[in-house]
């Protein structure tokens, strides 16, 4: 029924609600851009050494020497730029991407901002409060970043367990943040998460919203032009089968 909904908004979005032209809305591009460097640039180098995250790569396949078209071979992973995680990404049995209900990455969007936090600050469910979180919300968390050093990963504030609990027992759609990460890493670090000997303590902020079926957003920009403001959000992956994750095209629309 929501699914029906939304595409009658949207069709009220292009004629308006008479069949007349709808009134001026403005669209926020909440997408970074897809570039050879993107992962140096916001995970670090660490995470192509030691994490054996690839860099992007674009290839030159047709090209207007040869034929009168041209196509680029690109390859991406999953898990950088603005991207969305499916429980496959940190359950061997998760949920993949091709089967995320749609319902939950299109609705009302509300920006949280903690970029006073570091990533000694964690957000705390009593630090939500403030901003009225309703059930079908899709909540956005505008984390303090700080871009990563040679060598070193980059640094933000966090969800804490009890926060993710939080965000299920409110009934939130989907929630996104400016930042390639939502845990706290360096508790990671410290519990040897990526042992696959701990699968099972590993990531419990993304298993406990992902294991809800709440996608997580990773990535998003320009969250400068929508926080304030309620707007509808929309962010569709691509429907890889059985893939962990997607890119996405994230935008928020404006009265």
Not at 15 to 20: E, L
Not at 195 to 213: C, F, Y
């Amino acid at each position: 029924m929501r699914r029906t909904v939304w595409i009658v908004m949207l069709s009220v979005f292009v004629t308006g609600a008479q069949g007349k032209p709808a009134r001026q809305k403005r669209i926020v591009d909440l997408t970074d851009t897809i570039r050879v460097g993107l992962v140096k640039e916001t995970l670090g180098e660490a995470m192509i050494v030691k994490g054996g995250i690839h860099e992007v790569r674009f290839e030159p396949e047709m090209n207007f020497r040869e034929t009168t078209g041209r196509s680029t071979y690109m390859s991406i992973s999953t898990q950088i730029g603005t991207h969305m995680d499916a429980g496959a990404h940190v359950e061997p049995e998760g949920w993949p991407i091709d089967q995320v209900d749609l319902d939950h990455v299109m609705g009302p969007g509300v920006v949280v901002d903690f970029r006073a936090k570091t990533a000694a600050d964690p957000v705390n469910p009593s630090d939500l409060e403030k901003y009225k979180i309703r059930a079908g919300d899709i909540v956005i968390f505008y984390f303090h970043y700080e871009t990563p050093k040679p060598g070193e990963l980059y640094s933000q504030s966090y969800l804490t367990d009890e926060t993710a609990q939080y965000l299920v027992a409110k009934g939130v759609r989907c929630i996104g943040s400016n930042t390639p990460g939502i845990e706290n890493y360096k508790r990671g670090v410290a519990n040897h998460w990526t042992d696959p000997a701990n699968q099972k303590i590993a990531w419990p902020v993304h298993k406990t919203l992902l294991g809800n079926h709440i996608p997580i957003i990773e990535g998003l920009v320009n969250l400068d032009a929508v926080i304030g403001k309620r707007f509808q959000f929309i962010g569709l992956p691509l429907k890889i089968a059985g893939a962990d994750g997607s890119p996405i095209r994230a935008i928020a629309i404006l009265e």
